[in-house]
Structure formats: C-alpha cells, structure tokens
C-alpha cells in the first residue's frame, strides 16, 4: 500500500446529534480535515459529490480552498457525476483549483450513482440525444473534458480582440499542465474500467461495484483491477496507472471507537439493487483491534491490488473525532500493510 487518505461525503443535518449541522459546518470542516489529515502524514483528502442533497456538491470552491491551506497532500474527488457537467467550464475551474494547489488535484470523475431526484441533471441543462443513454451522455462529456486538457488549441480568435491573443488555435485558460494524466475515472463494472484504461484514466474503485459473478466483493474488485491493469497495457500508455479502493475501517483503539463502531453489525457484503435493475454488491465494512483489523486486511485481495486506500470517514462526528480515526489507522494498522 502505497497511499492512504480520507474520503468524505460533507453530510450535514440540522440534527443536535450531528457535529456538521449545516452546508456552512460541511465546507468549513472539510477544509478543517485536510489540514488536520496532511499534519497526520496521510496522503489524500477525497470528497464525494452529491446533487439535491444535504452534502458536498460544488467541488471546485472547496478544492481550492484546500490547496489553498494546505502544502503536501494530494486533494481529490470521488466522484463527480459527469452528466452534470460542462466539460469546457470544468476544466476552466480545475485547472484553476490545480494551479492554486500547486498540481496536487487528482480528479474523480464517473457516471454518478442514483440520484435524490429523477433525472436531475436535465435541472442543470443536460439531456442525451435521441438514442443516448446519461451514462453515455456522461462518458460523451468525460471523452470532451479529457480532450480539453491536453492544451493544446481549438477555437478560431476573434480578428478583433479585446485583449491580444497568442498565435494559433486558443485553448481553455487556465490549463494545468499535468492534471490530464490526474484524472480518475469511478468504475462499477468490469466493462467501464477497460473504457477507463482504454482513455488513460486512472481507477478509482468504491465500497460497491456491479455483481459480475457471485464471488466476495473483495474478489471481484482484485479482478477489476487486473483486468484494468491489463486493459491499460494492452493500451501502450507510456505511464504507470494509479488505482485506488474505498473502504470503511476503524480501529478499535478507545470507547468511544467501541461505542461507535464496536457492534460489528456490518462485517459481511449485501447485495442490493443499483438503479432499477442492475444487481450491486457492497463491500463489508470493517471495525476491531489494531491486531485483528491487520489480519482481516491483509485477506482483503482488492486492498493488496491498489496502491492507494481512501477511508471514508464519518464526518458528521466532527473533525476532531475524524483525526484521531484516521490517526488511528496510520498508526496502528498501516504500516503493518506496507505503509512507509
């Protein structure tokens, strides 16, 4: 394991129980957290993207913001949905969140997961075409956002500018250099990874994937990943790809962990349903002492694939009690993994 961070989805509920009572506490702490993580030595600070719902939805102000405050950890995405996105105003404002971080935006990006409302993204100006599903509506503006950041020019300048323009075709401004090869592509299924390898998108695999054969989660995820890997090659990209998994994991190091985390109600995969018809399996959780939590991980085959891990946290607890669980998985469990 090469690099672990922290995935946060920014819930907040005006509830007394919730340490994150409103959209204000989500962004602000978020940004409390990545500082408290780099300082911790972890490597990452994700945050999921979710529409018409009591959590982080415009990515971009807040990975600034990060980057702003912070100097070392890499800050990242996964996932924003890219039906909702125009991919020219996108890469307009990751390319700017990159420059302010000084090129440490790793982006995740995907087809999104089921929505608060029906076909939300039409709410946002986005239809596909006749004979189009979103999700290739989505892959449509993943293919123009990747073309995008290469740099290089594509839109005829006006003869009469209002500010002088270099010589050529003019591109996007700002462009990042670099940011093209730090993008991630959130994969469900087998088909949608060797898509993802086949462009030169890193893999950014979650705590669910589409259930392809019946074998434990942890399983099928070792398998997308291979298969990803060898998608990729067969490619000839000139680069190493990057792949990172989610999971739930808490060490057991104190009671409030034990009070928290300590009923082990969710050490088994489910299977559910993803949309309306396609059958999903969801990776267990895991939460147990420090020694029992290495053996457990070190069983898990999609864990051992990655080179990076990404725990999501339970930001409605708050940021203190969110530092010390990723504190306790660098310390404790990590570097039994291969960390460092």
Do not use: C
């Not at 030595?41 to 415009?58: K, N």
């Not at 996964?78 to 302010?100: C, K, S, T």
């Not at 530092?323 to 039994?336: Q, T």
Request: negative net charge; without cysteine.
């Amino acid at each position: 394991m090469k690099k672990i961070g922290f995935l946060s989805f920014g819930h907040w509920t005006p509830s007394p129980q919730s340490q994150t009572r409103s959209a204000s506490d989500a962004l602000l702490q978020s940004i409390d957290l990545a500082v408290a993580a780099e300082e911790l030595g972890a490597d990452g600070a994700y945050f999921r993207v979710h529409h018409f719902a009591r959590q982080l939805g415009s990515p971009f102000p807040l990975l600034a913001a990060v980057g702003a405050r912070t100097k070392r950890i890499e800050i990242g995405t996964a996932v924003i949905d890219m039906r909702y996105e125009n991919p020219l105003y996108m890469a307009e404002d990751a390319g700017a969140a990159d420059l302010i971080g000084g090129g440490r935006l790793q982006l995740g990006i995907s087809r999104g997961s089921p929505e608060q409302v029906i076909d939300g993204w039409r709410h946002f100006g986005y239809a596909p075409p006749e004979g189009m599903t979103d999700a290739e509506m989505a892959r449509g503006h993943t293919e123009v956002l990747l073309e995008v950041l290469r740099g290089e020019g594509f839109a005829r300048p006006n003869p009469q500018p209002m500010f002088p323009n270099p010589p050529g075709l003019l591109r996007v401004e700002p462009h990042s250099p670099g940011l093209r090869d730090r993008i991630w592509w959130g994969a469900s299924s087998n088909a949608t990874a060797t898509w993802a390898a086949k462009l030169g998108m890193n893999l950014q695999s979650s705590t669910l994937k589409t259930d392809e054969n019946g074998r434990p989660f942890h399983i099928q995820q070792a398998e997308q990943i291979r298969i990803f890997r060898e998608a990729w090659k067969a490619a000839g990209h000139a680069r190493e790809p990057r792949v990172s998994v989610s999971r739930s994991i808490f060490a057991l190091v104190d009671d409030r962990d034990r009070a928290y985390f300590g009923r082990g109600n969710d050490n088994e995969d489910t299977i559910g349903q993803l949309g309306d018809s396609t059958r999903a399996i969801f990776g267990r959780s895991y939460a147990a002492e420090p020694d029992i939590l290495v053996e457990q991980l070190r069983k898990d085959e999609a864990i051992a694939e990655a080179d990076t891990l990404l725990l999501t946290v339970p930001n409605q607890l708050g940021v203190a009690y969110n530092a010390h669980v990723i504190e306790a998985i660098l310390s404790h469990v990590a570097p039994a993994l291969g960390w460092r």
